[in-house]
C-alpha cells in the first residue's frame, strides 16, 4: 500500500490557499448529476451534508439515531477554539497552530493542522451566522475564555452546552436542504458495509433499525463522519450508540487504519459506581482551577473525608509539579490518578477515585462565588451521586472520552480507498497523539464546512465514474456478507448477554491498553482478546429476529467490531516503542515518570492495512517532517 | 431495593400493546433509572425473553432520546431531569411504578417505550433554521448582539427535543418546543430576515402533523428537562400573530 498524502510544499500560511487554486472544480450544472453518501450527522457529517447540498450535489445522509439532532457531538461541553484575537492578548493563525502540534506531541501533520487553525476564523463566522447563541459582552461582542492550559483566551463557547448549539447549527443547516430536497435523510439506519466497485468506494449496506431491511444505497463517493471508537473500553464518556463498526467494516475494505492507539482520558469524571454502570459522565475541567485534588497518605484509609487532618492528605499534584499543580495537563494529571489508586490509596467504594475538594476555594470565595463558576457542575455531580460537593469534596476519575486514531486520510480527507473520504473524530488527522481542549469541535466543523465539499470536487471531476447497475456481483456481495452476519448472530443463542462481553472486552483493554500500557501487558491482551472472540461468536445470546426493531442485534454487530478493533489497537501500542501524548509506555518513561519520546524511531503515522481475518495487519508508515514546530519535551515541572 | 414495574409491550405499531408486571429485586439506589431497566433487561434475556426496548444514547441528558412517562410524568418525578439522569434514590423499597411511552397522534409507538419523533425533524425542515450557506457569513463581530438578546435566545435553544412537552400536554401540543425554536432565532437579528415566514412555515406543519392546539395550560413547562419557559409561547403566538395580521404574500419585513 502506497500512502500517498498529497500534503502541499511551500511557505506553510500559502499551502491551503494554493492547493484550493489547483483543485480542480466540478460545473455548476454538473454537480447535480453526482451523488454523495454521508454517513453520521454529527458535527462533521451534518456540516458536510448542508455544505455539499448547498453547492448542488444530491446528498444522502445516513444516522443510527432517530433523529440527526442527536448525534454526540452534541455532549461536547467547553467550547471551539478560534484564532480570531478578539481579545487582542497576541493569537493568532500561527499560534493557534504551534499549541496544536506541540499539544499533539508531534505525531501530526504541520500542513493540516495550520489549514485547521486556518480555518478556525470562519467556523466562527459561520456559526453566528446561523444564529449560533455564543456567549456576549456587554457590548455585544463575542466573549472568550482560556481552555486546556492555552496561555490566550481563543475559546468561543455557548455555556457548557457549546457541541449541542453548534450541532443545532449545523442539524438545522442540514435540515433546511431536506426542506429543500437536496439531502435525503436516513435516520434509524446503520450502515453495516462499504460497496467497493473497481477499487472505488460506490456505496454502502445498510440495515433500517426498524424494519430489519437490508438495503444497499449507491453514489459516486462516500463520506465517513462516525466517530471516534472510546467505546471499545466499554465505559467512556461517549454516548451508547457511538461504534467503530463503519469506519471497521471500511477498514477491512481496504481503507488504512491510523494509530490507533492514541486515545485520550479525560482527568475529571465521575468515578464509577458499580458493575451495573453503563456509562461514564465528565466534568468539566475548569473545576480544576479551584478544587484541590488528594489523597490520603496512608495505605487503605477508609475514614471519611473531614476525619483526616490536612496532615495525613497527599496534594500529589502540588507536591510533585509544584509550578503547574492542580493544573497539569490532562494525561498528567490521569495518570498521576491511576498511580495513587494503584498504590491503594484511592477513595471511595471502589477504591477508584480521588477527592477534588472545594473547602479552602468556599472559604476564600464564599459558597455563593463558588455557585456562581461551577454552580451547574456542581448540582450535576449531586444528581448522580447523591453527595452535596458543597459540604464533601467530589470523588474523580479519569475515563476515556476521545479518539486521536481512526482512518487514514490525505490532505483531502480522502482514505486509502479512492472515493471514500473520512472526517471528524472518524479520521486521524489533525490532533497527532493528545488533543487539546476545545479543538474536537472546531476540526469536526472545518472537515465538514470549508475542507470536503471543496476536496471531493476534485476526486469527482477527475475520475471516470462508471453507471452501475444494482443487480452488480459487489453489491449482492456486499449484502449477503451482511445478511450472513445478521443471520449468525441470531443463530448462536448462547448463554451470555452482548453485555457482558463488551463490558469483560472493555475492562481488558482498560487494564492492558488504557491510562497506561506495557509490553507484557499488551502482549497478554494479544492473546486474549481473540480468545474472548472467539467465545463470543460461540456464547452470545441475541433473542429475537432480524426484521424488526431489535437493540440487542444492533449492539452485537458493534460489540463483534470491537472484539476485532481492540486488538489492532494493542498491536498497535505495542509495535510504538515510545511515550507521546495519549500512549504512554510505562517502559519509556524519563527518571521523573513523564513521557519519553523517540523521535528518530517514531516520527511516524502508523498506518495499519488489513490482511484478511486471522492474518497479522500490514503496517505501512508515513514519515512526519517538521519544519516549523520544531519538536521538544513537554515540562510541567 | 425491591420495585414492582408495570411496562407497557408492544411488538410494532401495528400490534395492540399491553401492560406487563415485572418484579424487580436488584435495584441499587446509586443505578440511573436506564441501568435499573438494563439490569432488568440483562434478566429477561438470560430467561429467553424479549427486552425490552427503550430509546436512549449520550445517557447525560443533552442529546434528548430518552424518555417515558413514570407514573403519568413525563421523564418521572425531578424536576428539569431527563430520564437518563434520574437516579434510583429518589424512588423507596416496594415502589410501584408505571412506564408508558410517549402518547400523542404525532409520536407513534414504534415498540415498547420507543416511539417517533420524526415529526419534530419536519417542523423544523420546513423553517427551523437561518437560511445562510457556507462561505457567505461576515465577521463574527460584524454585528453586535445585545447580551441580554443573546442570553434569552439561549434559555430557548436549550431545547433537546425529547418531546416531553408533547407527552405532558393533554392536548398533544407541541407549542413549547415550536415556541422555542422561533424564540431561538426570532431573538437573534441574524434570525430576522426569515422572522415572520419562519413563524408561518412552522406553525403550518405543525398543523399538518397533528399537534394539538395550546391552551395555555403548562404542563409542558412543568415537565421540561430544559427548564424552557412558557414565554417562549407567548413569543410564538404573537409573532403569528403579527405574522397574519400583515402578510402580504412574498413581501419581506425588516422589522416590526
Known sequence: MELRSKTPSGPIEKRWDQHRFDLKLVNPANKRKYTIIVVGSGLAGASASASMAELGYNVKCFCFQDSPRRAHSIAAQGGINAAKNYQNDGDSIYRLFYDTVKGGDFRARESNVYRLAHISLNIIDQCVAQGVPFAREYGGMLANRSFGGAQVSRTFYARGQTGQQLLLGAYQALLRQVGAGKVTMFPRTEMLDLIVIEGKARGIVTRNLITGKIESHLADAVVLGTGGYGNVFYLSTNAKGSNCTAIWRAHKRGAAFANPCFTQIHPTCIPVSGDYQSKLTLMSESLRNDGRIWVPKKKGDTRPPHQIPEGERDYYLERKYPSFGNLVPRDVASRNAKAVCDEDRGVGESGLGVYLD???????????????????????????????????????????????????????????????????????????????????????????????????????????????????????????????????????????????????????????????????????????????????????????????????????????????????????????????????????????????????????????????????????????????????????? | MNLTLHIWRQKSPNHAGHMVRYEHTKVNPHMSFLEMLDVLNEELIMKGEDPIAFDHDCREGICGTCGFMINGVAHGPERATTVCQLHMRHFKDGDVLYLEPWRAKAFPVVKDLVVDRSAFDRIIARGGFISVSTGSAPDGNAVAVPKKNADLAMDAAACIGCGACVAACPNAAAALFTGAKISHLGLLPQGQPERYQRVLNIVAQVKQEMFGSCTNIGECEAVCPKEIRLEVIARMNRDFLFANWTARGETARLDE
Open chain 1, 358 to 637: 472545594f473547602a479552602d476555594a468556599i472559604k476564600r470565595l464564599g459558597k455563593q462565588g463558588i455557585r456562581e463558576r461551577y454552580g451547574n457542575l456542581f448540582d450535576m455531580y449531586e444528581r448522580i451521586t447523591g453527595d452535596n460537593p458543597y459540604e464533601v469534596p467530589m470523588r474523580i476519575y479519569p475515563a476515556i472520552h476521545y479518539t486521536m486514531g481512526g482512518l487514514w486520510v490525505d490532505y483531502n480527507l480522502m482514505t486509502t480507498i479512492p472515493g471514500l473520504y473520512a472526517i471528524g473524530e472518524a479520521n486521524f488527522s489533525d490532533h497527532g497523539a493528545n488533543r487539546l481542549g476545545a479543538s474536537a469541535l472546531m476540526q469536526g466543523l472545518a472537515d465538514g464546512y470549508f475542507i470536503l465539499p471543496y476536496t471531493i470536487g476534485d476526486y469527482l471531476a477527475t475520475t471516470k465514474l462508471e453507471r452501475i447497475d444494482s443487480s452488480h456481483p459487489c453489491i449482492r456481495d456486499a449484502e449477503s456478507c451482511v445478511a450472513k452476519t445478521t443471520n449468525r448472530l441470531l443463530e448462536i443463542r448462547g448463554t451470555r448477554t452482548v453485555t457482558s462481553f463488551h463490558r469483560e472486552v472493555g475492562k481488558l483493554l482498560w487494564d492492558e491498553c488504557g491510562m497506561t500500557r506495557n509490553a507484557a501487558g499488551l502482549k497478554s491482551a494479544l492473546e486474549r482478546v481473540p480468545q474472548l472472540r472467539e467465545k463470543f461468536w460461540k456464547n452470545v445470546n441475541v433473542l429475537g429476529g432480524g426484521e424488526e426493531l431489535n437493540q440487542a442485534l444492533e449492539n452485537a454487530g458493534r460489540v463483534a467490531d470491537f472484539l476485532e478493533f481492540g486488538e489492532l489497537m494493542c498491536l498497535d501500542a505495542l509495535h510504538r516503542n515510545e511515550s507521546c501524548g495519549g500512549h504512554f509506555r510505562e517502559e519509556y518513561q524519563t527518571p521523573d515518570g513523564e513521557a519519553r519520546r523517540n523521535d528518530e524511531a517514531f516520527s511516524y503515522v502508523a498506518a495499519w492495512e488489513y490482511a484478511g481475518p486471522g492474518n497479522q495487519p500490514i503496517l505501512n508508515k508515513e514519515p512526519l517532517a517538521f519544519e516549523y514546530v520544531h519538536p521538544s519535551q513537554r515540562s510541567y515541572k
